[in-house]
Antibody
Framework: QVTLRESGPALVKPTQTLTLTCTFS??????????VSWIRQPPGKALEWLAL???????YYSTSLKTRLTISKDTSKNQVVLTMTNMDPVDTATYYC???????????????WGQGTMVTVSS | AIRMTQSPSSFSASTGDRVTITCRAS??????LAWYQQKPGKAPKLLIY???TLQSGVPSRFSGSGSGTDFTLTISCLQSEDFATYYC?????????FGQGTKLEIK
């Protein structure tokens, strides 16, 4: 059974750096084609894709947020970490991690999601 | 970035109705499109991928069609558990992008 679980602080202050961890089981990020993404959703708003890391350590970022984001993986711990610098109240959102795969035909959809973790940015 | 536009943004329907939600991409994405269902306080759930392939375990009343820039999600006979918000997503190119969502409410 594939599961993902997000963890991190529920509250951060403006200008601080947010560090979120996605701990997963049931698959390995060292397996060819496996990917993990971070997606966020401000309260009452739409989903926004943030970043993706694949089994080969290739990384892709949201165009608007790329200067603030870093995604990394620890294959031995089955974890993916997202850091976001210079947090602002507009970054208040539920942050999800999700699995996808890359096949010969290209990317695939997010088939398994974590439950999400709510992050509030406030002084 | 490829912009995904859903219509309508919200609408009301009754149990047993047939409903269709539309998603348009700002440029061609072949069939690299997924549909998700999200209920309040829950993570999105994958319904359809590759524009028309039903994810395992999803009821057959859900179907998807389209390719290129225009796509539809159809629910053939609405059940009470289908009232939720639906999102389309393109995974043709980076950055991957979602539509703004369609909230389906009970009439």
């Amino acid at each position: 059974q594939v599961t993902l679980r997000e963890s991190g602080p529920a509250l951060v202050k403006p200008t601080q750096t947010l560090t979120l961890t996605c701990t997963f089981s049931g698959f390995s990020l060292s397996t060819s084609g496996m990917c993990v993404s971070w997606i966020r959703q401000p309260p009452g708003k739409a989903l926004e894709w943030l970043a993706l890391i694949d089994w080969d350590d290739d990384k892709y970022y949201s165009t608007s947020l790329k200067t603030r984001l870093t995604i990394s993986k620890d294959t031995s711990k089955n974890q993916v970490v997202l850091t976001m610098t210079n947090m602002d109240p507009v970054d208040t959102a539920t942050y999800y991690c999700a699995r996808s795969r890359i096949a010969a035909a290209g990317n695939d959809a997010f088939d398994i999601w974590g439950q999400g973790t709510m992050v509030t940015v406030s002084s | 970035a490829i912009r995904m536009t859903q219509s309508p943004s919200s609408f009301s329907a009754s149990t047993g109705d047939r409903v269709t939600i539309t998603c348009r991409a700002s440029q061609g994405i072949s069939s690299y499109l997924a549909w998700y269902q999200q209920k309040p306080g829950k993570a999105p759930k994958l319904l359809i991928y590759a524009a028309s392939t039903l994810q395992s375990g999803v009821p057959s009343r859900f179907s998807g069609s389209g390719s290129g820039t225009d796509f539809t999600l159809t629910i053939s006979c609405l059940q009470s558990e289908d009232f939720a918000t639906y999102y389309c997503q393109q995974y043709y190119s980076y950055p991957q992008t979602f539509g703004q969502g369609t909230k389906l409410e009970i009439k």
